[in-house]
């Protein structure tokens, strides 16, 4: 027998192996073992990586209050992918100063970048596509962390995260001493290393050379250190880009030869081109002006901007370009409109916005604005565009001898585009609604910055003052608790959120006298006063996020909680005594700081808040033992005890099929416990494609500029959602298969939900009892597929749920399911039977 034939003999054994083993499943549609709350299906969203500022909220630009510090980064041909990059500046010799007995230093920017990194960091060189050629870069190590410094060739689809891009990256490592070229396809593959010598503490030159299949590398006086041909699917075009793992580094003079020309990059905008980091600099080369950022006499904040043209004929301004430089999207005859804040030591000043192509060659709308004097004003305009473009920028700027101060601008889509009515994304609101969502938490580690205050996100948008943020240091309250309960209000999704445990007991207190009291008390009136007359109605409150996580099991810690969830609450209830209140101290079932937390706030906290893993098909099983056990301890700790459970997160770091089977299988186990359980809420609700900027690569839905789309975890909770039925029966299961089985009050609709984590499909057998008068077909929806695979801007719909029937013969049926696989079956009785 070859070896061959015997390869084959074993497949085929092993899938009959498969089918023979015993898959079945009985169910017991006359028992019902628990109910299953109708808020089950949420989703968690905070302003983490841009889910609200560049996501729902619709203000199309960044940086509105001018917070962010000049950075120097030449944006103009280059694109940052993570990390925290700066130009290294210098100062001339002391001069003269006019000032008797002092001198000055004039700072002198060197054409040199430092990145710090928050874990992978890149800068594209987006001017052009360099497919051969040469690069050769000055690379100085910081500090004695991090693996080292990289440069990239031919490098596309560049996101942040380790092995977000295709390409090739020739990375200097410190920890192994050796040089390395590696290729990228989303994910790492050596190609090639040679220990080197190299300077730990001084510049390092790296030249590198690619032509067709053909790397060339060399570094300092070492010549060819890395010659390497690549013969397995080579990467022939992209671009070139500086990027560090994971050290401090500095970079300069990048030089580049492609096409029979050689060109020195500029790495960084003149020193005296002070522009906030979001925004860029506006400059004819026939005028001479200044660019500042104020730090006196903002409209808000600490900063604003200045723009001054000193002399010449031409235009100074700045532009925006939204969510990290990716465009701002523009539609023929949409308008959008916005608001701006100037002041002029000139009297009068004509000002100019625009919204142009990225380059500024095409204009699309333009608008005149006189701004008049020294105090700030607010001027209102409207864009309406003459054309298409989901790469356009927003341009403020003037043409004659003068001074401009800039602070506080917006953009929104308006009409359609705007989701009813509010300053919200429609498509990426709609998105939300279709994806079934009962239940939606804003709340994450953002709630426990020390400025996260209620009152601050209120009123006037341009008035709500900045604060240093735990994901964003200069954090903007454009968008807030309210804005918040106002979308899940519009949507008709059951809303909850958290509040910093430092909030005082009176702006609690006036809190939820804002959100829920009539227009009779003094809160109430204000909000009345703010645009909703109606109370909202709130049913959830979180003291606090994660709290007692991250400085360890730690009794002081938990003291400190406790004492602040008890001054809040009674502050809470005082006002309203219908709020549910939520604990977020962290689960730790083995701690006696646990029990002390939950012996403190029984009979007050409604439900504790507890978060899971889902990246693993079989997280469900951990998640059914761990709620077991907390149920468990709760009836221990008080046998009388009304604190339930509510899964405000399920954490992760993908957002491809594997974490759509953990999901399911999540969904499963809740369901199991629904009478324990308020809602199950996966995160992020949100992520921008290839914008990913914490590491938890985990958005349920994704979005550009121009496109909305669901990830294979959005499916199955959408398809979950829509197969909700409220009780669910006995089922016993023999073979591998996650199930769990549900019917309406009256006992018509029998639904069952099965979840197939292996790799081969399983033929099995359905046995439905108590369940007579059956129609003789079900209908099936299946979601299934590799473990690794997500959806694209260009197949969004890959992974989603695809609809069959199944033939039922008396009450049984067979049905193989799939492997990888979410399975939804929906039987149905005649109308002419009755439960």
């Keep these: 027998m070859t070896r061959k034939l015997l390869a084959i003999l074993l497949a085929l054994f092993s899938v009959n192996m498969a089918y023979a083993q015993s898959n079945k499943i009985d169910v017991d549609a006359a028992t019902v073992l628990n109910k299953i709350p109708s808020t089950l299906y949420g989703s968690c969203i905070e302003d983490v990586n841009h889910e609200i500022y560049g996501g729902l909220y619709g203000q199309l630009l960044m940086g509105e209050s001018f917070e962010e510090p000049a950075s120097a980064v030449n944006y103009t041909y280059w694109k940052k992918s993570g990390g925290y990059w700066a130009a290294d500046y210098e100062y001339s010799n002391p001069g003269i100063s006019i000032v008797p007995g002092r001198r000055t230093r004039r700072m002198v920017a060197r054409n040199d970048l430092d990145v710090e990194p928050d874990g992978s960091a890149r800068l594209i060189y987006d001017a052009r596509e360099i497919n051969n050629g040469s690069i050769d870069v000055d690379m100085l190590l910081l500090q004695e962390r991090g693996r080292g410094a990289s440069v990239y060739v031919r490098t596309s689809k560049v996101g942040i995260g380790e092995n977000s891009l295709n390409g090739y990256e020739i990375r200097l490592n ?177 000002v100019t916005l625009a919204l142009e192509s990225a380059d500024g060659k095409t204009v699309y709308a333009r608008q005149e604005i006189l701004v008049n004097g020294a105090n700030w004003n607010s001027y209102k305009f409207s864009l309406k565009p003459i054309g298409t473009d989901t790469n356009a920028r927003f341009s403020i700027f003037f043409e004659r001898k003068g001074k401009l101060n800039i602070d506080q601008v917006t953009l929104f889509q308006s009409g359609e585009r705007s989701y009813k009515g509010l300053p919200l994304r429609a498509d990426i609101g709609n998105a939300i609604v279709s994806e079934g969502l009962t239940f939606l938490r804003y709340a994450g580690t953002m709630v426990n910055a020390h400025g996260y205050r209620f009152k601050k ?81 709130v049913k959830y409150i979180e003291i606090g996020n994660e709290e007692i996580l991250f400085e360890g099991d730690n009794e002081r810690v938990t003291d400190h909680y406790i004492e602040r969830f008890l001054v809040l609450y009674d502050a809470i209830h005082h006002k309203d005594p219908s709020i549910n209140v939520v604990c977020s101290a962290w689960w730790r079932p083995d701690s006696k700081n646990t029990e002390k937390v939950f012996k403190a706030l029984d009979g007050k906290a409604a439900y504790w808040d507890y978060h899971v893993g889902g990246d693993d098909p079989k997280s469900g099983l951990e998640v059914d033992k761990q709620l077991t056990r907390m149920k468990q301890l709760f009836q221990t700790w008080n046998p009388d005890t009304k604190m339930k459970c509510a ?81 669910r029966v006995k089922d016993k299961v023999e073979g591998n298969l996650d199930v769990t089985s549900t019917k309406r009050e009256d006992g018509k609709t029998l639904i069952l939900h099965v979840v197939n984590i292996d790799t081969t499909e399983k033929l099995t057998e359905l046995s439905l009892n108590n369940f007579a008068g059956l129609k003789n077909e079900a209908e099936v929806w299946t979601i299934s597929g590799a473990l690794k695979d997500e959806n694209t801007p260009g197949n969004p719909a890959a992974v989603s749920a695809k609809s069959a029937s199944a033939s039922i013969n008396g009450n049984k049926m067979s049905y193989r399911f799939p492997a990888n696989s979410y399975t939804v079956i929906k039987f149905q009785r005649d109308k002419s039977n009755s439960q």
Aim: glycine residues 10%; aromatic residues 8%.
């Design 457 to 537: 996100m209120i009123g006037e948008r341009s008035l709500r003052p900045p604060f240093t943020g735990h994901w964003n240091e200069y954090s903007s309250n454009g968008f807030g608790i309210e804005d918040f309960i106002q979308f899940c209000e519009a949507a008709k999704i059951t809303s909850a959120f958290a509040i910093n445990i430092e909030e005082t007991a009176d702006d609690a207190a006036d809190m939820v006298e804002y959100l829920n009291g009539d227009e009779t008390t003094a809160w109430g009136k204000k909000r009345a006063q703010n645009g909703h007359p109606k109370p909202y109605a």
């Design 647 to 727: 899964i405000f997160e399920e954490n992760g770091g993908l957002h491809n099929m594997s974490r759509a089977l953990g999901h399911a299988t999540n969904l499963n186990a809740v369901r199991r416990h629904g009478d324990f359980l308020l809602t199950s809420c996966p995160a992020n609700a949100l992520q921008p494609y290839l914008q990913n900027d914490n590491g938890w690569d985990q958005g349920q839905i994704f979005f550009t500029p121009k496109q909305v789309w669901g990830m294979p975890p959005c499916h199955v909770q959408q398809l979950a959602s829509k197969n909700h039925l409220p009780l």
């Design 174 to 350: 410190r920890e192994s001493g050796k040089l390395q070229l590696l290729k990228h396809r989303w994910n790492e593959e050596l190609l090639a290393e040679k220990s080197v010598r190299f300077s730990g503490d001084g510049w390092n030159h790296l030249s590198i050379v690619f032509k067709g299949n053909v790397i060339y590398v060399a570094l300092n006086a070492e010549k060819q250190v890395i010659n390497f041909m690549d013969t397995n699917l080579p990467l022939t075009t992209g671009k070139v880009a500086l990027g560090t793992a994971g050290s401090p580094v500095r970079f300069r003079n990048v030089t580049v030869a492609a096409d029979g020309s050689r060109e020195t990059l500029s790495l960084t905008y003149p020193a005296d081109q002070k522009v906030s980091d979001r925004w860029d600099a506006l400059q004819s080369k026939t005028v001479n002006a200044k660019f500042t950022l104020e730090q006196d006499g903002a409209y808000n904040g600490k900063a604003a901007q200045s723009v001054e043209i000193i002399s010449g004929t031409g235009r100074a301004g700045v532009s925006n370009r939204g969510l990290n430089r990716w465009g701002v999207s523009v539609v023929k005859n949409e308008v959008l409109t916005g608001t701006c804040h100037f002041q002029t030591p000139d009297g009068t000043l004509p």
